[in-house]
Structure formats: C-alpha cells, structure tokens
C-alpha cells in the first residue's frame, strides 16, 4: 500500500493506494473506499508516477472536446510526462508547421511546450484546459 497527501483546488486528501490490478485501482481518500477505473492498463514501472495523480475524468466525456474523424490514423501528439494541460494552442482543421506549439503541459512547477513532430492538419484534439494527463496520452492528432 502506498500513502500521499494530495491538495487539489486548495483541499487535501489523504489517499491510500491498495491494489493495481489492469484498469482497476482500489483506493481510499480521506478514509472513504474507491473503485477506480481508468482507461487503459497500468503498467508498473519504477520511474512512473502514475499514482500520485488522481484518476482524471475523460474530457470525451463531456462532449467538449473537438473531433473530425475516428483518432486512430495520423500522426498522435503525446505528452512525455504527467501534468496539467494549462492551454491548448490548436482546433481541429487547423494546418501545423513541425516544430509548432500546439499544447501547453505544465508538469512538475514548469511549463512545457509540446510540440507537432510533422507538418499537417489537425484531425483531433483529445484534451482541453484543465484536463489532467498520464505519460503517454494522446492530446492532438495530426493528419
């Protein structure tokens, strides 16, 4: 079991970790007993920090985030660490320069900007202001 006092929006938690089992985390904030299910497999690795970040809320789920086509063909804009998207620079159709900041990511105390790794149009954004990401989540897709 792994423990961390967490502040979110100003409030602490206290949440203990007890199982990682797939998709599913068995955890415990503030003494209350959760089930979590997050959207794809955990694996563990001893550099990921994938635990001390509360599971996020998919923003497909809230019908704002922006789509032209099925995700699964172009090029996919990943984020190399957790963090907290504090802007997104692009909307679908919109044509990109390689080299171009497209998200900006602010992980650990410091602003990152992620940037398109082609030139292309923009067929998908899968993440919005706000929207806290896992290493390796997919925030724009480019066609």
Known sequence: ??????????????????????????????GKDYTVTVD?????????????????????????????SPATAGTKVTTPLPGTILDVFVNVGDEVKAGQTVVLLEAMKMENNIEADVEGTITAVKVRKGDSVLEGDVLVVIG
């Open 1 to 30: 079991m792994k423990n961390y006092k967490l502040k979110i929006n100003g409030r602490e938690y206290n949440v203990d970790i007890n199982e990682v089992e797939g998709q599913d985390i068995n955890l415990s904030v503030n």
């Open 40 to 68: 794809q497999e955990i694996k563990q690795h001893t550099k990921t920090l994938i635990t001390t970040h509360a599971p996020r809320v998919s923003a497909a789920a809230t019908g704002d985030v922006q789509k032209s």
